[in-house]
């Protein structure tokens, strides 16, 4: 894990560095936390093109990764909501559940989520989903019960005519490490907004690196009800679970 953080430093912003924050953490925290990064395998070669391999939900799951897009690199929180997902099947059953990911990146929550038998949809923007449709594909043959797909969604396009209110039932919406410094936060509360409905559940894995990450997180609450499930202080990741408000309307400034 190491060594590869070290590799894309040099590609990545310093600002988004995937590397954790060494903040301290209790020793619980620090426990679970090394637990959680034990699930990933980096080979040691350095290549733009790479590959990481992953233990979760009893399955060995392979994921190619390039360095150049944030969204084609498997990221902390999306470990953290996988060992999540992976620990509690019996109080967050993902069996037979209709499932979105939103900024599914490289399709690991994804994958961990219908092996654990969901009906998964990731989503993410079009230059990411032939990655996306691939690690998804080569980890979740004939090793789930509903044959999870991929399809575009770029955060506050065409909501209504890709998932419309009539048929948007998800009983939960995924989301790891959606919030950074990208110019589309308005763009992604609407689309909390547009998919999740009275009886949805959010299960959002969000890496705090910046003041504006609280504002945002501050305008998430005048929309939903937030509750934090755990925190992870070394990670500076907090997982977040979610249900809507009511028809709450959208506010309309960005916070920046
Ligand atoms: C930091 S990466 C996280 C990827 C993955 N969830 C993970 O944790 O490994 C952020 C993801 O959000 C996606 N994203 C960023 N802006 C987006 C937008 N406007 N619409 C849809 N997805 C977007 C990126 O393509 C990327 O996959």
Redesign the pocket.
Known sequence: MESKSLQHKHLLSDE?SRKPSHKQGSKEDEQIVAEIMGRCFTPSLITTLAWEEFHFAGHRIKITEATE???A???P??LVLCYFLENNVQSYSMVDKNVIE?????G??SIVASILGARVIAT??PE?LGNLQYNIRINTKAKCQHEPQVKE???GVDLEKNFPLSSCDFDYILA???V?H?P?LD?LLLTFEHLCKGNTLIIWAMRFRHEKDYKFVDRFKTLFDLEVISDFPSLSITLFKAKRRGRAKMPLTTAS
Do not use: P
């Open positions: 988004i897009s944030y969204g690199i498997v990221w929180s999306a939103i900024g599914a990146g490289t690991l929550v993410d923007v990411l969604l770029f955060w790891a490490d959606v950074y990208h589309y763009e």
